[in-house]
Nanobody, 118 residues
Framework: QLQLVESGGGLVQPGGSLRLSCTAS????????IGWFHQAPGKEREGVSC????????YYADSVKGRFTISRDSAKNTVYLQMNSLKPEDTAVYYC???????????WGQGTQATVSS
């Protein structure tokens, strides 16, 4: 069974950090592009970042450039999203997705809630 599981969400104050994890079971993440998305209440799901499978290229939404970093740990079959300098507008459910390339999302996780509030 192919499955993605996100973890690492929580409540953090503005300016704080969270590290989200996307761990796969049933398949090897190294062969897939992995994207992170977020969905705030009442809003559509938006792409946040992606890491390609071919050469490890990374992509970021303008709103998170310089604050978020996506990375892989092949040994743990996990992709991380390090989120620094968090703002209240980063509050959302964060999802990871896997596909053959960035922009193609064949498998989705269930999401993890990140809340930025004082």
């Amino acid at each position: 069974q192919l499955q993605l599981v996100e973890s690492g969400g929580g409540l953090v104050q503005p300016g704080g950090s969270l590290r989200l994890s996307c761990t796969a079971s049933g398949f090897t993440l190294d062969y897939y592009a992995i994207g992170w998305f977020h969905q705030a209440p009442g809003k559509e799901r938006e792409g946040v970042s992606c890491i390609s499978a071919s050469d490890g290229s990374t992509y970021y939404a303008d709103s998170v450039k310089g604050r978020f970093t996506i990375s892989r740990d092949s040994a743990k079959n996990t992709v991380y999203l390090q989120m620094n300098s968090l703002k209240p507008e980063d509050t959302a459910v964060y999802y990871c997705a896997a596909g053959l390339e960035c922009g193609v999302n064949d498998y989705w996780g269930q999401g993890t809630q990140a809340t930025v509030s004082s």
